[in-house]
Each structure stands twice: as structure tokens, then as C-alpha cells.
């Protein structure tokens, strides 16, 4: 009886040492670590740059004083449409002096510059027409070929692009027109009033509008005295409207005219597109918000969009243009903060059985939050995004 009794506190004494042995080494076994897990999926992908631009009117004209005198208030508010012919301003000229030869010289030689000038914007309109209309001749060939499968639908792209660009230089050489006119107008109106002593005090000068359009800005709008050629007001046509967008010039360089654009965050529920037109061959240099001097460059391009989304749009208004430089509908890719470099190679961490393993991959385009995967990984599988230094190949790991 003693014997068993000596046993069984032997037992007892033993399964609680083997319960404590258990509970340390359950305790001190490697834990797994806490990871973000991200799945490699098949998703639309686009590689943008977007950058800060503003709208500006692409025609547009300072209107000056053609002679000395005093100018009448100004009735127009900024904003104001106006007329082709519409008077903008009245002028009752001061008493003018006498001409010497050498100045009436010039004002005749004036008068047959503007002459000239004329009739090149005339010559201009004719070419601008003729080009105009070999576009529409063009887009209408091609238009039937696409349908049957002859050629392919970037040449009609192309073929609709230079009709937009050749009516855009039939517009601008018809204004162009409408502005000589006026300076030759005020041209003679300079040599005519010269030397003239009018004993009407109401005979005024009018300050006509070449185009129809609106105001812009006014510089004279009180009465006083001003001289010729002093700025009254700056008006343009804002239904005619193009986007400047600075960049930083290594982005400049990858930005080719042709280029699609979007136009974000401005005012619309819809973004609006674009085309680039031009990327201008001078950078400048720009101080940001952060103190850096920047090299930067202009890109101007033109709104596609139906201009019923954005007549609301004026000159000088804030958008956000975003250049698409590559874009695909159907891509295999992962966060672009699950890779890392070994060397000149690109790897991630894969979840495999709740162990991570590490694997190199191909990649191709990224856009600063995701990176398309060409090889070495498939749709579905599990990664790790931002794995740190102390994760190793084997380690277990769980989704935090």
C-alpha cells in the first residue's frame, strides 16, 4: 500500500513537470509574424503624370488708343460679350499738332504696312481654307476605309485630329484678318485726324471691336487723358479655350503631341479630355511651395470634350491634367510596396502555406501604387506588402 501511494506522487510530481516542459516550450516557439497580405489580381492599369494647368483663350487681342485724346468712361464690365463692330470705347482727340514731313512720312508709311499686313491675312485665310478643306476631303475618304478594314482607325484619328487642327488655323487667320483691318483703320485714322484742328468738340474717335468675343480685361476704364498705342482693354473669343500645364522637365520629355489627356477637378462632375497639341521646346525655372528651384515646361493642349460640358469655363480657371503615357485594360499586378530589389532584380515575398517565400519577378509598367507582373507570379496568389528586413525565406507569417 505504501509502495503505491509513493508511485502515484512519483506520477503526479512527473505529469506536472511535463506539463510545465510544455508550457515553456509552447511559450517560447516561434511566433509568426504579423504581415499585410495583398492578392495579385487582373485590373484595368494606366501610367499617368498629373500636374496642375489653368485655361487660357487662344486668341486673343490688346485693343490700344489709335491717337492721343481723352477717353470716355468705359460702360463694358470684364465678362461683357461683344460684337465684331461693336464700339468699345470713344476718344475726342486732343488738339493735334502740325506734322513735319518726317513724321507724316511715317504715318504714311504706317498706313501702307497695315495695307500690306492686310492683304497677307488675306493670303493666310486662302492657304488656311485650301488646307481646311484637303482635310475634310481626307476625312471623309477615310472614313469608308476603316469600315472595311483597310486601314486602321489610328490613320482616321490622325486624319480627324489635323480637320480640328487646319478649321482651328482657318479661325485664327479669319481673326488675324479682322485684326489688320483694324489696324489699318486706325492707322488712317491717325494720319487722318493728324494736324487737323476740328472746331466740333464733340467729334470723337470710336474704338471698334475686330471680333466677337468677350472682355477680358480693361486697363482704361475711368475718363483721362491717354497716347497712342496706350492699352484700353484685352478681349478674346472664350469659347476658343486651351489648357497650359507646367511639368518638370524629365516628365516633359516622355509627353509627345497626340498624347490623350484628362482634365480633373474642374468644377464639372465629369472629367473632360484632351489632346496634347504642343510641348514647348523652353524650359523655365519655377520655385515650389517647399522653396526648390524647378526646371519646368510648358505643355499646351486642346479640350475634345463636347463644348457644351465646359462652356461654364472661362480664361485663367484652375484643372488638373493628367497625361496618359500607357494604359491597358486587362493587367496582372500587385502593390507596387510588395517588391523590392535584390541586385539589378525585382522580388517579392509570397504567402505559401502560411510560410513566406521569396520570389523574383518581371515588371513592367508602374504608376507609383501598383506594378504589372510579366512573369513569375499568378492571378490569385497571395504577397506581402511592405515586407521589412527582418522577414526571411521560411519564416511564418500571419495576415494582420
Known amino acids: 500500500m505504501t509502495m503505491n501511494v509513493q508511485w502515484q506522487r512519483r506520477l503526479t510530481?512527473?505529469?506536472?513537470?511535463?506539463?510545465?516542459?510544455?508550457?515553456?516550450?509552447?511559450?517560447?516557439?516561434?511566433?509568426?509574424?504579423?504581415?499585410?497580405?495583398?492578392?495579385?489580381?487582373?485590373?484595368?492599369?494606366?501610367?499617368?503624370?498629373?500636374?496642375?494647368?489653368?485655361?487660357?483663350?487662344?486668341?486673343?487681342?490688346?485693343?490700344?488708343?489709335?491717337?492721343?485724346g481723352t477717353v470716355c468712361r468705359v460702360d463694358l464690365d470684364v465678362g461683357d460679350p461683344i460684337e465684331k463692330g461693336e464700339v468699345l470705347a470713344r476718344i475726342n482727340p486732343l488738339q493735334s499738332q502740325p506734322l513735319d514731313p518726317r513724321s507724316r512720312a511715317e504715318a504714311s508709311a504706317r498706313v501702307s504696312a497695315a495695307e500690306a499686313a492686310l492683304l497677307a491675312a488675306r493670303e493666310n485665310i486662302q492657304v488656311a481654307a485650301s488646307e481646311a478643306d484637303l482635310a475634310e476631303k481626307e476625312l471623309v475618304r477615310l472614313a469608308p476605309l476603316?469600315?472595311?478594314?483597310?486601314?486602321?482607325?489610328?490613320r482616321l484619328d490622325q486624319?480627324?485630329?489635323?480637320?480640328?487642327?487646319?478649321?482651328?488655323?482657318?479661325?485664327?487667320?479669319?481673326?488675324?484678318?479682322?485684326?489688320?483691318?483694324?489696324?489699318?483703320?486706325?492707322?488712317?485714322?491717325?494720319?487722318?485726324?493728324?494736324?487737323?484742328k476740328s472746331s466740333n468738340p464733340e467729334d470723337v474717335v470710336q474704338v471698334l471691336a475686330p471680333i466677337t468675343g468677350s472682355i477680358l480685361k480693361i486697363y482704361q476704364e475711368c475718363e483721362g487723358v491717354i497716347s497712342p498705342s496706350q492699352p484700353l482693354m484685352e478681349i478674346g473669343d472664350t469659347r476658343s479655350l486651351e489648357i497650359?500645364?507646367?511639368?518638370?522637365?524629365?516628365?516633359?520629355?516622355?509627353?509627345?503631341?497626340?498624347?490623350?489627356?484628362?482634365?480633373?477637378?474642374?468644377?464639372?462632375?465629369?472629367?473632360?479630355?484632351?489632346?496634347?497639341?504642343?510641348?514647348?521646346?523652353?524650359?523655365?525655372?519655377?520655385?515650389?511651395?517647399?522653396?526648390?528651384?524647378?526646371?519646368?515646361?510648358?505643355?499646351?493642349?486642346?479640350i475634345t470634350s463636347?463644348?457644351?460640358?465646359?462652356?461654364?469655363?472661362?480664361?485663367?480657371?484652375?484643372?488638373?491634367?493628367?497625361?496618359?503615357?500607357?494604359?491597358?485594360?486587362?493587367?496582372?499586378?500587385?502593390?507596387?510596396?510588395?517588391?523590392?530589389?535584390?541586385?539589378?532584380?525585382?522580388?517579392?515575398?509570397?504567402?505559401?502555406?502560411?510560410?513566406?517565400?521569396?520570389?523574383?519577378?518581371?515588371?513592367?509598367?508602374?504608376?507609383g501604387l501598383s506594378a504589372q507582373v510579366l512573369g513569375g507570379l499568378t492571378e490569385g496568389e497571395m504577397v506581402i506588402t511592405h515586407p521589412d528586413k527582418a522577414l526571411a525565406e521560411g519564416m511564418g507569417v500571419k495576415s494582420r
Not at 258 to 281: D, I
Not at 325 to 335: G, I, K, N, S
Open 146 to 154: 476603316v469600315q472595311q478594314g483597310h486601314i486602321s482607325e489610328e
Open 244 to 302: 497650359e500645364t507646367d511639368v518638370l522637365s524629365p516628365d516633359a520629355v516622355k509627353i509627345r503631341p497626340g498624347m490623350s489627356v484628362l482634365y480633373e477637378r474642374w468644377g464639372g462632375e465629369a472629367p473632360l479630355v484632351g489632346q496634347v497639341r504642343r510641348v514647348e521646346p523652353v524650359g523655365f525655372t519655377k520655385i515650389s511651395a517647399l522653396g526648390v528651384e524647378e526646371q519646368r515646361v510648358l505643355i499646351i493642349s486642346d
Open 159 to 196: 486624319a480627324e485630329a489635323f480637320k480640328r487642327s487646319s478649321d482651328a488655323a482657318l479661325r485664327s487667320a479669319r481673326f488675324a484678318e479682322d485684326v489688320a483691318n483694324h489696324e489699318l483703320e486706325a492707322a488712317r485714322t491717325a494720319l487722318r485726324h493728324a494736324g487737323e
Open 13 to 68: 510530481w512527473l505529469a506536472v513537470l511535463l506539463a510545465i516542459v510544455a508550457a515553456l516550450a509552447y511559450g517560447f516557439r516561434p511566433q509568426p509574424r504579423l504581415v499585410d497580405i495583398a492578392v495579385a489580381s487582373r485590373a484595368p492599369m494606366q501610367v499617368s503624370i498629373q500636374e496642375e494647368g489653368r485655361t487660357r483663350v487662344i486668341d486673343r487681342y490688346v485693343i490700344t488708343a489709335p491717337v492721343a
Open 306 to 367: 463636347d463644348p457644351a460640358q465646359w462652356q461654364t469655363l472661362g480664361d485663367g480657371y484652375r484643372v488638373d491634367s493628367r497625361f496618359i503615357l500607357w494604359e491597358m485594360d486587362d493587367v496582372l499586378q500587385v502593390p507596387a510596396s510588395a517588391l523590392f530589389r535584390i541586385g539589378d532584380l525585382w522580388a517579392l515575398f509570397v504567402v505559401d502555406d502560411d510560410r513566406a517565400r521569396q520570389r523574383q519577378v518581371d515588371v513592367g509598367q508602374r504608376n
